[in-house]
């Protein structure tokens, strides 16, 4: 199972960014996907998640101003992030738990290659 993150960049102060993840590869069904944050020197962060039935979870310092999603066709999350601050800097990984066969129910953790937001001015 791979996942592709797309969607990182340089933004400034108050504009927004859209982030992608699409997971491909050996899927029967992913439960939960999500976004996490790491910025230089600091811990990989929680930033959102997602089920898939659509209930949603926050770190505190974006709620209300990020949104995620899943499009559990596509196999794909979303992270739209508006009024960006220059805390939001950091790369950004999504992670996938992913259940690979119909035979098994283990469920396996994934994350992408992480892409890099950068607000500032």
């Known amino acids: 199972v791979q996942l592709q993150a797309s969607g990182g960049g340089l933004v400034q102060p108050g504009g927004s960014l859209r982030l992608s993840c699409a997971a491909s590869?050996?899927?029967?069904?992913?439960?939960?996907m999500g976004w996490y944050r790491q910025a230089p020197g600091k811990q990989r962060e929680l930033v959102a998640d997602i089920t898939s039935g659509g209930t949603t979870n926050y770190a505190d310092s974006v709620k209300g101003r990020f949104t995620i999603s899943r499009d559990n066709a596509k196999n794909t999350v979303y992270l739209q992030m508006n009024s960006l601050k220059p805390e939001d800097t950091a790369v950004y990984y999504c992670?996938?738990?992913?259940?690979?066969?119909?035979?098994?129910?283990?469920?396996?953790?994934?994350w992408g290659q992480g892409t890099q937001v950068t607000v500032s001015s």
């Open positions: 992670k996938a738990i992913v259940r690979t066969t119909l035979f098994s129910r283990s469920e396996y953790t994934y």
């Open positions: 590869g050996s899927i029967f069904s992913i439960n939960r």
